[in-house]
């Protein structure tokens, strides 16, 4: 029988604990190849929530107690991960808040799609069947829904709905192999971080529809402004998306720059600058996104490997500026020469763009 290990911080969650552990390990019953597995990993909770555990230690085999300093929901679950790695040596850890928002009954749906050859199932909020609590205040929403937004298309991931919930089904190779990649990260962006790694290690993912409730009891220990802060900064400095853009402005740079000085300076032939700044540009764009952008998968295999991936990125980048030149001339026919310079502007930003991400991943940066 395979051990699932449910980990739930607690900071004063006296009002909640209780219940939730009752109902967690209610589902046992449900489950035929599972034993759950309860850490409580409490940060010296003044309500004396640990001394809740402690009482129904004696009722639950099953129910452990870590008791450690208050340092953040990140480092609380990884102490979490490390007790039940030693103690309990499970196959799965089960993540999950002990406010009463993720209802202990959708356990075995997390479990039936471990069983079907997922390695990270998370609970979602935001596809179909999923919820928020209606009474959520309109600053709650915001936040909830802007910080999914900014991740899903930062990341370039939008078929990923949920990044930022807690209640998450995790093998427990995916967080053994990210322990280096979330050792420095604490609060929220924690999940963040944790589901970033597994896409990148080709983990299989999969959602259920979650109904997020109000919790029953307590107060919330969102820092929304830190929230905010850190997901953003997470974001911006871990999308591979997001440096690749900053990779073709750096191209754009180098382009415009080279043509101006050979052109307007040196007043050497058009063609043979244009040339020379779109080939050199085309040479930094390849050579940043293979050691930044994309430095996860980055080519390997020597010289004549990177030579034939360097002509499918000429390819591709050809292929960008024929529809650009065909895009652009076509606007120009239809809407007027007048608003060419934003013609330009929208087609690189929703066709280029998007375009060559795809394709280099497809063709040039694939998975490993």
Known sequence: MKKAAIILPTYN?????EEIINDIFSQQKLIENWQLEIVVVDSCSPDKTGETIKQLQKKYHHLHLLETPKEGLGKAYKKGFEYAFNKINPYLIIQMDADGQHDPKKIPEFLKEIEKGADFVVGTRYSKGGSIPKNWGIHRKILSLGANFIIRFGFMKPQVTEWTNGYRAIKTWIIKNAANHIKNYS???FQVAMLDFAIINNA????????????????SKINALQYSAQTFFYV???????KFVIVGIIGFVIDFGISYLGIERLQKPVWIITLLSTETAILSNFLLNNFWSFAHKKIEGGPMKYFLNFLKFNLVSSGSVAIQTLGLQLLVIIFGRKLW???KILIIIFIIIPYS??????FIWKSK
């Open 236 to 242: 911006f400095s871990h999308s591979p998306f997001i």
């Open 204 to 219: 299989v993912i999969k959602e259920i529809p979650i109904h997020f409730e109000e919790r029953k009891s307590g107060i």
């Open 341 to 343: 310079y934003l013609y």
């Open 13 to 17: 969650e006296g009002g909640n604990i």
């Open 187 to 189: 609060g929220y962006v």
């Open 357 to 362: 991400y795809i394709l280099y991943n497809k």
